[in-house]
């Protein structure tokens, strides 16, 4: 039951992060429906058709009417919400974090295997911010240095291998939504960042 | 039988509509195979995969040849058809108007609920032509306010009202496709736009 | 045993051109792993969520230790492979070779017809890296003349149609990977391309 309202919690939370790219570019309330939808179930879908489970929102559409419900919301609000910034950061790093860890969590209990959980998680936790990126033509997180799509990596991860190591799976939850949301925090509050790839030769055209 | 004639014609329709793309670019015949291809079956196939069904061209190759032989007499004759201007447009808003109705009754024959089948109709509809852009790097239809996936969202949403409310499904059909048919034409004729939201406070970095 | 080898090879050889984008824009650890990945496993991912079977990966997930021993590897070591220039490219070309008749031999053993079988093929070999190009904000092979795309489509329609004939399918494999080989390599030692669109009227607004 909390599961379930903190699920609905992720997916609305992404959705405002979608149509957020709809109300900087002002454009029409199809288009912020439509990109809270891409951002908010993204992730999700990508998940259950990899993994070949029915889709999560096909099943229960309840989701469909958060991110129309955010759409609605935001239509009206979002210069409100755009103005309290870093909330609005912090708010999208809890979603990456508890998906990161329900992504993996939801993998391992179809059966498969240690790798395809971590990145699993990964994707549900990504993978609707690279989507809206990319069909907005912005570059994607993936395309940063900031700490995002690592800090769900170490959340997936860590959630996996405390699994693995025989912890009670709401610790190992935990543990890994706490790691994910303190990497993220750091680089929305530090600016935290991962060491980049320096060519040591010059550049030849392939 | 009437029905899968139409079928076909959608998907040689929104072809045209892909290939353009190659044509005004410039590229090779094998371009404008990939962009007929991406953009007549783009929409359908992403709707099967989210309904767990076997994609329709997967099933009956039909389409794919109608891709490729949209695809030769492009390569002929584009210019020609390029010099047709609106005609090509309300081509375009045809394969727009059947393809809502006929993605979200798809997702009504599956079982699926309300929502879905109405975002199915949407999919089927906008998905194809978003695919094209992104993959060509030009602004996609949702990012202009110009009604486009608005029309898809009118004519399947109404398709799915009216069936639920006990109408003939064929007399629902017509209703949807006309009324995304008269939307999109306004679009095209009379440049009809949704209202775009209005910043109401100065942009803050996020 | 040898074709296993030759499918891992494949992923390696295709997780070298994805995480080369990373390196050249200076990116972190994670985004040679999310590059690398998505290049590597991308095309056969399309392939077999087209096809409604397992995805390859999530059976095996020795593919995914490829990607990342490959990440590691190019996170030391990417400078010296750049150098190496048309070695690259060739290495890129032999996955395109070996993945184009390798994507149509899978499709056509689950039973798909034959214009199936080709663009399976041809999905399977240049999905990947239109993925990554997309992803990246970087023009894909599609929108380029030189052979690419193209390639592909020759390899994986040879082996379809000898195998159709009745030749042996080891005979027809080699056919279409050598033709695939020698179109690519062309493309790279000549710069083959095929002809492009030549448009014959004024561009009008569409």
């Known amino acids: 039951m ?22 900087r570019r002002g454009l029409d309330f199809i288009a912020f429906l439509f990109f809270a939808t891409l951002t908010g179930i993204g992730g999700g879908t990508l998940r259950d058709l990899l993994l070949g489970v029915p889709v999560f929102w096909t099943v229960d559409e309840r ?16 210069h409100h919400i755009e103005r309290l910034g870093k909330p609005v950061r912090w708010a999208d790093a809890c979603g990456l974090a508890a998906y990161s860890v329900m992504g993996a969590a939801k993998a391992m209990s179809v059966g498969d295997t240690v790798l395809v ?12 911010g690279i989507l809206r990126d990319t069909v907005a033509g912005e570059p994607s997180a993936i395309m940063k240095p900031e700490l995002y799509v690592s800090a769900a990596f170490a959340g997936a991860g860590s959630y996996v291998a405390l699994t693995l190591l025989g912890f009670n799976i ?3 939850a935990l543990a890994g939504i706490v790691l994910a949301l303190f990497l993220r925090g750091g680089a929305i509050e530090r600016g935290w960042t991962l060491p980049v790839y320096k060519s040591r030769s010059p550049k030849e055209p392939n």
Chains 1, 2, 3 share one sequence.
């Not at 909390?2 to 109300?23: K, M, N, T």
């Not at 959980?117 to 609707?128: I, K, N, R």
Request: proline share 0%.
């Open 170 to 172: 709401w610790i190992a």
């Open 2 to 23: 909390l599961l379930q309202i903190l699920d609905y919690l992720g997916v609305a939370v992404f959705a405002v992060a979608g149509s957020i790219v709809a109300s």
């Open 63 to 78: 989701y469909l009417l958060v991110c129309l419900a955010v759409s609605i919301f935001m239509w009206f609000f979002a």
């Open 117 to 128: 959980a971590v990145l699993m998680g990964v994707a549900t936790a990504t993978f609707g």
